[in-house]
């Protein structure tokens, strides 16, 4: 019987009978291989030999460069499990020795030590970035250095490869999409990262050149080519071995004329790195600017790696038990049905509740600050209580959970011992339980603008939610794309604008509203052509914008538009002459209160305001030969985007009806109906582009 | 506090085709696939469509008003911009984007099918959209909105 702490590991030494019976490949008739665990590995090890023999066929058969590097880092990848899988057979063979000589020696005393509990490991979202010469990143002088790189990544007797990626000078990271999952995996684990690259250069492929002119140039190749190509070909000083230094054992390695991969740069991972969001580990580089394979990389490695282990995820014990809140009535104790889960003990009323996801009756929390001991036997009935302890706010709370027999009370402690000491070996990722999305076949974008450089992502990193920030800024771009472009509509605007006008009694105002909170340079858009302007005149005149003196006032300076440039024009609805520009500072916040105290639905819609706005809020044109127009849109898309910096969110969805009515005609159901469908077109929280 | 005036051009985009399009058109249409050809207009340095789209696998599904099932992650005509080229070729808001030239915008991120729609040396971009009826559209916002 096998025992799982068993870490006892005598090196076979060299040129001893062990090891030149496994040399020789005898080992399958060896009297050692009796157990089921045995030849569960040796049924993956010779599946791996399967496939390896496959991926050496393919190799020699495939003739696109493209195929003979999957085909290599198959190859690549069933060579490192089966060294893997063999190794840990030898491990298991040597223990079983270790075994029985110790069985025969000492006392095998129970082995009461404590194990903790394992639990499921997810590396997702590897990304290494690169640190090309400016010279070679923007003006891609030179011949193309292209490489072709994956991740092998190990834990325990578990290797995987993510997909493979090409990798050249207009790259500046290598992004692994794959979500890889260990699934059993115990604390002290070390995850091993392994970068490998291959040159994928035509000039030594012999996959991809005929036969015969390969054969032809490789045996009459000049000096500096056939260098190259015998490094390439063969694993010179730059590859060392691939499974972290473990004795190598003999295999019929076979030597396939092909891409070979090299290792570039690796990395451990353990439990200390486990986090709930994206981290940056450095990497160890291997190889220098000589080897073919090399690529310059920056030296870290962002991914997020999240751990669940079991005792977070499954039930660690159930069973019916009487629980008595102390402090409470003594005699009423409440029969329930209790599991024990991550960080709760969940009190049911029946033990059915639990199958039909009925909400516990109570639930008791036991962390890292929950104390449980036994209390004195009862008198009566002879049976040890367990008494459960929190703190919650400031107050101490203690249950005490009675259960129906000595063994049941035993049973529930040794359970509670082992889930403190799996908290315990497990930290961080007790605390909460962490997501780990299973890899799907069609994996979605991220939301993260691909800004292509480890800084950006430090920046973005600060925040609390990722996701919301980045899809703010996000928004915010959007905002103001869709801003520019709305500039340049038709003439239909204008008309309508005039009608408006003319009954409107209060000052209309005419916003320009232009967030720019950061550079665009994932849009391309440029400002509308100025001939528009003569048309937003009418607009002008008829808006009189008696906020035209509001916009002096800014009332609240906002921070956050440090970044925003002076505009260099602005609108010419507040004087005449549409060519008129004036600079006006942005004030965000106060722009949202008048916006709010109006009542803005969603982007599109148009008309004026009749109220006089609270605060001056004249936004800026941030581009220069725009013309500005008064639009509702705007308005409200300044207030959607605005909501990030400052607190006032307006919710323009709220104060929809108030806003409309008189002196127009009451809209019918149809408009208004329609208007709220604009209310949900807020880009907040559903992005939006022009196009 | 004042009530503002609204306008009777609220909701320029998508009045326009209530008003001005024959009763006919009103009645309920099944879901059709339609193809929609846009010429695109040069503005300044840009070439323009007319239109918003939202969607996308990055984006909340959950958040599009004119899906019919709220996990439909697709491309969505959001705006019309009244007089612009998708408005003539008769696009309209709340149609789902299908192809673009041909490249499927069933499964692709937002920042992608902007891409495709805004690529600098096409003229046109042939489009092919499914189609609610427009009677569907509205009483779906209606339901979601009662009157206050």
Known sequence: MFCRNQTARATVARGSALEMEIRRGKFRKSVFLDTSQDSDIQKKIDHEIRMRDGACKLLAACSQREQALEAAKSLQTCSTRIMAYMSELQRMKEAQVMQKVTRRSSDAGPMDDRLPCKGKVAISDLRIPLMWKDTEYFKNKGELHRCAVFCLLQLGGEIFDTDMVIVDRTLTDICFDNTIVFKEASPGFELRVELYSCCSEDDYSAGSTPRKLASKLSSSLGRSAGKKLRAAMEPGPCSPISNGGASPLLLPVPSVAGPKYHLLAYTTLSLSNVQDSFRTHDLTISGNEECSYWLPLYGSMCCRLAAQPHCMTQQMISGRLKVKQCGGDPQSSTKVYAVLKGTSLFCYHQQEDVEANIEPAFTIAVNKETRIRASEKDPHSNVQNICISNQYGGEEVTHTLTTESREDTHRWMEAFWQHFYDMSQWKQCCDDLMKIELPSPRKPAPATPKQGSLYHEMVIESSDDLSSTVSDILARRMQELELRSQLGTSSTWMSVFEENSACCPHPCTSHLSGPRPCTLHQLSRSPVSPHRCPQLALLSSDASLTSDSDSHRSTSPCSHHHGWPEPSSNFSLLSSSPSHLRPRTLSLDAKLSTLRGRGYGGGGTFHCSCQPPPSSLLAPLPISSRSPRSQRSTQTTLSCSSSTSSNSSSNSEGSHSPAEGAPFSRPSMARRSLRNLRARLDPRNWLQSQV | ?148
Request: proline letters at 7%; one cysteine or more; hydrophobic letters at 35%.
């Open chain 2, 1 to 148: 506090m004042t009530p503002l005036p609204s306008s009777p051009h609220l909701c320029f985009s998508f009045h326009s085709p209530v008003f001005l399009v024959p009763a006919c058109l009103l009645l309920k249409m099944p879901v059709h696939c339609q193809r929609i050809e846009i010429q695109k207009l040069q503005q300044g340095d840009n070439l323009i469509l007319g239109f918003s789209i939202g969607g996308g696998i990055d984006q909340d599904p959950g958040q599009n008003p004119f899906s019919e099932d709220k996990t439909d992650k697709g491309i969505y005509v959001t705006r019309i911009t009244p007089g612009g080229p998708a408005d003539v070729a008769g696009l309209m808001m709340g149609d789902k984007i299908m192809q673009v030239n041909g490249w499927d915008m069933t499964m692709v991120t937002h920042d992608r099918a902007r891409k495709r729609l805004t690529k600098k040396n096409e003229g046109v971009v042939r489009l092919l959209v499914t189609r609610k009826s427009l009677e569907e559209v509205v009483k779906q916002s209606m339901n979601k909105y009662p009157r206050q």
